[in-house]
Antibody
Framework: EVQLVQSGAEVKKPGESLKISCKGS????????IGWVRQMPGKGLEWMGI????????RYSPSFQGQVTISADKSISTAYLQWSSLKASDTAMYYC???????????WGQGTLVTVSS | DIQMTQSPSSLSASVGDRVTITCRASQGISNSLAWYQQKPGKAPKLLLY???RLESGVPSRFSGSGSGTDYTLTISSLQPEDFATYYC??????????FGGGTKVEIK
């Protein structure tokens, strides 16, 4: 069974750093892309970026380029999304999702809620 | 960037109704379109891809059609479990992916 299991909810202060994770199982982790999607409170879905764990090829949405870093450790089948300096506007639910060819997403993680507040 | 505009943003319908949601792209996307369903507090779920191909396990009351810039998601007979928010997503301009703004389907 394909599963993407994300790390737990985080509460951080503005200016702090954060790295959240997404662990894949039940399939060949290095053969599929893992994308990240933001959903701000009460709002729609926004594609942030995507990584191919097989060779760490990474693409970003222009809206998120330079704001976050996407990485992966294929030895432990885990993808990451990180911030070096959080802002209150980063408060959102973040989903990871699997894609075969940087197209649509067939499996999704359960989401990680990030709350940034002073 | 390809912009995706969904309409309506919300609708009220009754169980058994036929429901149609529209997604319009700012340029032609050659059927490179997926539809997702999201229930409150849950992750999105893939319903269709390539505009009209049903994902495995998705009920056949869901269907998709369209071409060029205009696409539709149809629920032939709305069921209680279908009340949710629906999103379209284009992947024609891969690796730049774009979601529509969503359509909330509520109980009348």
């Amino acid at each position: 069974e394909v599963q993407l299991v994300q790390s737990g909810a985080e509460v951080k202060k503005p200016g702090e750093s954060l790295k959240i994770s997404c662990k894949g199982s039940g399939y060949s982790f290095t053969s599929y892309w893992i994308g990240w999607v933001r959903q701000m409170p009460g709002k729609g879905l926004e594609w942030m970026g995507i990584i191919y764990p097989g060779d760490s090829d990474t693409r970003y949405s222009p809206s998120f380029q330079g704001q976050v870093t996407i990485s992966a450790d294929k030895s432990i089948s885990t993808a990451y999304l990180q911030w070096s300096s959080l802002k209150a506007s980063d408060t959102a639910m973040y989903y990871c999702a699997r894609s075969g060819r940087v197209d649509y997403f067939d499996y999704w993680g359960q989401g990680t809620l990030v709350t940034v507040s002073s | 960037d390809i912009q995706m505009t969904q309409s309506p943003s919300s609708l009220s319908a009754s169980v058994g109704d036929r429901v149609t949601i529209t997604c319009r792209a700012s340029q032609g996307i050659s059927n490179s379109l997926a539809w997702y369903q999201q229930k409150p507090g849950k992750a999105p779920k893939l319903l269709l891809y390539a505009a009209s191909r049903l994902e495995s396990g998705v009920p056949s009351r869901f269907s998709g059609s369209g071409s060029g810039t205009d696409y539709t998601l149809t629920i032939s007979s709305l069921q209680p479990e279908d009340f949710a928010t629906y999103y379209c997503q284009q992947y024609y301009s891969t690796p730049l992916l774009t979601f529509g703004g969503g359509t909330k389907v509520e109980i009348k």
